[in-house]
């Protein structure tokens, strides 16, 4: 979910920033893009609707005990606790700078969602499709899928630069991708969010993530490591 940095080299020194900026670029520009469909593009909010319905049709066995659990697991109080508990263990552990990155990516990124909501003014799916209470808040983009994100995407950075096996890197960095995804399409299963809600929030997610670790490489980059 993060752009690899050589393990030889910290995160906060490694010149090659101009990848984050693409990807960063690149997630901001489709966020942008999937703004304009949903508020201009008719067609779009139809086809939406169908690709959410879709989902919200699966029909598995256990499937929505499965989809509330990770609703649960992407709602803020429980990454917030997650994300305070990561940053004081990362810190403990001598990493400093990836825990104030953790630190303040996800309440921020939290915030800035919340913003979106206010401007966007998407309304959510009715009532009668829903599994679970409806939010009292507008729904693009998804303030979930943001979050799980933020989260998971700003830990497997931190899990990826910091860990050495390359097997146990990837099993981390698919783990914190599903994660966020199963988060999202929960959402959708449920009957809180079109699937357009959640790809907004995966998109502005993706791009805060990585623009604030171009940020922190950049601020970081004079800074003596502590780890």
């Given at each position: 979910m993060?752009p690899?940095?050589?393990?030889?080299?910290?995160?906060?020194?490694?010149?090659?920033s101009?990848?984050?900026?693409?990807?960063?670029?690149?997630?901001?520009?489709?966020?942008?893009v999937?703004?304009?469909a949903?508020?201009?593009?008719?067609?779009f909010l139809?086809f939406?609707?169908?690709?959410s319905?879709?989902i919200?049709?699966i029909?598995l066995p256990?499937?929505e005990?499965?989809?509330r659990?990770?609703t649960?697991?992407?709602?803020?109080?429980v990454?917030?606790?997650?994300?305070?508990?990561?940053?004081?263990?990362l810190?403990?552990?001598g990493?400093?700078?990836e825990?104030?990155?953790l630190?303040?990516?996800?309440?921020?990124?939290?915030?800035?969602g919340?913003?979106?909501?206010?401007?966007?003014?998407?309304?959510?799916?009715a009532?009668?499709?829903?599994?679970?209470?409806?939010?009292?808040?507008?729904?693009?983009?998804s303030?979930?899928?943001?979050?799980?994100?933020?989260f998971?995407?700003?830990?497997?950075?931190?899990?990826?630069?910091?860990e050495?096996?390359?097997r146990?890197?990837?099993?981390?960095?698919?783990?914190c991708?599903?994660?966020?995804?199963?988060?999202?399409?929960?959402?959708?299963?449920?009957?809180?969010?079109?699937?357009?809600?959640?790809?907004?929030?995966?998109?502005?997610g993706?791009?805060?993530?990585t623009l604030?670790i171009?940020?922190?490489a950049?601020?970081?980059a004079?800074?003596?490591?502590n780890d």
């Open positions: 993060s690899m940095v050589p393990r030889t080299v910290s995160w906060r020194r490694d010149p090659r101009g990848l984050l900026v693409i990807a960063c670029g690149i997630a901001g520009v489709s966020f942008v999937l703004t304009a949903v508020l201009q593009l008719p067609a139809s939406d609707a169908r690709i319905e879709l919200r049709g029909s256990g499937l005990s499965v989809a659990f990770f649960t697991l992407g709602s803020f109080p990454l917030g606790a997650l994300t305070l508990a990561t940053s004081v263990y810190y403990l552990r990493r400093r700078a825990a104030l990155l630190l303040v990516t996800v309440p921020l990124g939290a915030l800035l919340e913003g979106m909501k206010l401007v966007i003014h998407r309304v959510r799916p009532l009668e499709f829903a599994r679970i209470a409806i939010p009292g808040t507008y729904g693009f983009p303030g979930h899928a943001l979050s799980a994100t933020t998971f995407g700003t830990l497997g950075f931190v899990a990826l630069i910091g050495r096996r390359l146990r890197s990837v099993v981390i960095v698919a783990t991708t599903a994660a966020a995804l199963l988060v999202g399409l929960s959402r959708v299963y449920l009957g809180v969010h079109f699937m357009g809600d959640v790809v907004g929030g995966w998109l502005l993706a791009a805060w993530v604030m171009l940020l922190g950049t601020w970081g004079g800074i003596p490591e």
